[in-house]
């Protein structure tokens, strides 16, 4: 089962967690937690202005950061034995594992990539739909995460209907 994954961090130099998204790819598991306790002096420009203002909409997603790893890895264990996290950075997946630490949680099969997909037609208009919608905004860790969910189905049914003509 593949997990949608998507972070918001600090900075791009060093960067430390804000928040954590995650959704199955059948959309009937997700989890999301904000930080309470990440460094506000070290966002950047951007983080203030993009990505602050969105946060504490979610009832009781704010826990402190050591908090955090027993509420993935528990979420985790309530998952199939196999599971594929597939998110669109490197930086991601740097901070997944660094939450989940090493080894990886024994149910965690690896990743997948999305960044080829990034700039395929059916995967950005899918995305940009998603984020059409007023309440669901772009730089929102359990936002963005389901907006790579709706990519990869979209990417998905184009690539068997593509089968199917040929």
């Given at each position: 089962?593949?997990?949608?994954?998507?972070?918001?961090?600090?900075?791009?130099?060093?960067?430390?967690?804000?928040?954590?998204?995650?959704?199955?790819?059948?959309?009937?598991?997700?989890?999301?937690?904000?930080?309470?306790d990440f460094d506000l002096d070290s966002c950047s420009p951007f983080v203030r202005t993009s990505v602050?203002?969105?946060?504490?909409?979610?009832?009781?997603?704010?826990?402190?950061?050591?908090?955090?790893?027993?509420?993935?890895?528990?979420?985790?264990?309530?998952?199939?034995?196999?599971?594929?996290?597939?998110?669109?950075?490197?930086?991601?997946?740097?901070?997944?594992?660094?939450?989940?630490?090493?080894?990886?949680?024994?149910?965690?099969?690896?990743?997948?990539?999305?960044?080829?997909?990034?700039?395929?037609?059916?995967?950005?208009?899918?995305?940009?739909?998603?984020?059409?919608?007023?309440?669901?905004?772009?730089?929102?860790?359990?936002?963005?995460?389901?907006?790579?969910?709706?990519?990869?189905?979209?990417?998905?049914?184009?690539?068997?209907?593509?089968?199917?003509?040929?």
């Amino acid at each position: 089962m593949l997990i949608f994954l998507d972070t918001e961090f600090t900075n791009l130099t060093d960067r430390k967690l804000i928040s954590i998204g995650m959704v199955s790819e059948d959309g009937q598991h997700a989890f999301y937690r904000e930080l309470r306790d990440f460094d506000l002096d070290s966002c950047s420009p951007f983080v203030r202005t993009s990505v602050l203002p969105l946060l504490g909409h979610f009832h009781a997603a704010a826990v402190e950061s050591a908090k955090l790893p027993e509420d993935v890895r528990q979420w985790l264990n309530t998952l199939p034995r196999s599971l594929v996290i597939a998110c669109d950075s490197d930086w991601d997946w740097e901070l997944f594992g660094k939450i989940v630490g090493r080894p990886l949680p024994a149910n965690i099969a690896g990743r997948f990539d999305l960044r080829p997909l990034i700039d395929t037609t059916a995967f950005h208009k899918a995305v940009c739909r998603y984020h059409d919608e007023a309440d669901q905004p772009w730089h929102h860790a359990w936002h963005d995460a389901h907006a790579h969910r709706f990519g990869w189905l979209a990417w998905n049914d184009a690539r068997r209907r593509a089968k199917l003509s040929t």
